[in-house]
T-cell receptor, first 115, second 110 residues
């Protein structure tokens, strides 16, 4: 079946601009996660949704970052007033449920470059 | 979540078994051991997980020591396509996020 998809695959933006990154999870998966990966490092957790609500947003670095999942399926990560330090690959993952031993399935990521 | 320690890199000959170690000496009783890998320019891929018993699936085997303080991921017949960063992660049963370390870069060589 279809896996997790993310759009766009690449995004180049100027410092100070607003960007939106989209994630389409696997159909039927109630849990959705956003991670950020800087060059040479492992992915870093940002936020976790169970259904429509953000169950854990402890990884969001500051209030410029915001994510929504209004219908419990597609999610959008929004970054305001982008900074060069926001450049990274943004990964989305989904799983059947948020807790328990369910594995997370990752998308290919969106590479964000802030110039 | 407990911290894990992995060697930064390993080499393996094509066709041979790749044995990737992971130390998780502070693991608690309600924490699973997960392994993911990340091939260049792709998202991480789930491999296997276990709680206390050894596990095997079509991709790999996971050997967890009796005291659960360390584990080994075994790729029985490594191929060039297994070249990737391998992450060992410890996660509580009721947890949600995965906490990734730096992982082990496995290079499979012909």
């Amino acid at each position: 079946g279809a896996g997790v998809s993310q759009t766009p695959s690449n995004k180049v933006t100027e410092k100070g601009k607003y960007v939106e990154l989209r994630c389409d999870p696997i159909s039927g998966h109630t849990a959705l996660y956003w991670y950020r990966q800087s060059l040479g490092q492992g992915p870093e957790f940002l936020i976790y949704f169970q259904g429509t609500g953000a169950a854990d947003d402890s990884g969001l670095p500051n209030d410029r970052f915001f994510a929504v999942r209004p219908e419990g399926s597609v999610s959008t990560l929004k970054i305001q007033r982008t900074e060069r330090g926001d450049s990274a690959v943004y990964l989305c993952a989904s799983s059947q449920a948020g807790t328990g031993a369910y594995e997370q399935y990752f998308g290919p990521g969106t590479r964000l470059t802030v110039t | 979540d407990a911290k894990t320690t992995q060697p930064p890199s390993m080499d393996c000959a094509e066709g041979r078994a790749a044995n990737l170690p992971c130390n998780h000496s502070t693991i608690s009783g309600n924490e699973y051991v997960y392994w993911y890998r990340q091939i260049h320019s792709q998202g991480p891929q789930y491999i296997i997980h276990g709680l206390k018993n050894n596990e095997t699936n079509e991709m790999a085997s996971l050997i967890i020591t009796e005291d659960r303080k360390s584990s080994t991921l075994i790729l029985p017949h490594a191929t060039l396509r297994d070249t990737a960063v391998y992450y060992c992660i410890v996660r509580v049963v009721y947890g949600n996020k995965l906490v990734f370390g730096a992982g082990t870069i496995l290079r499979v060589k012909s």
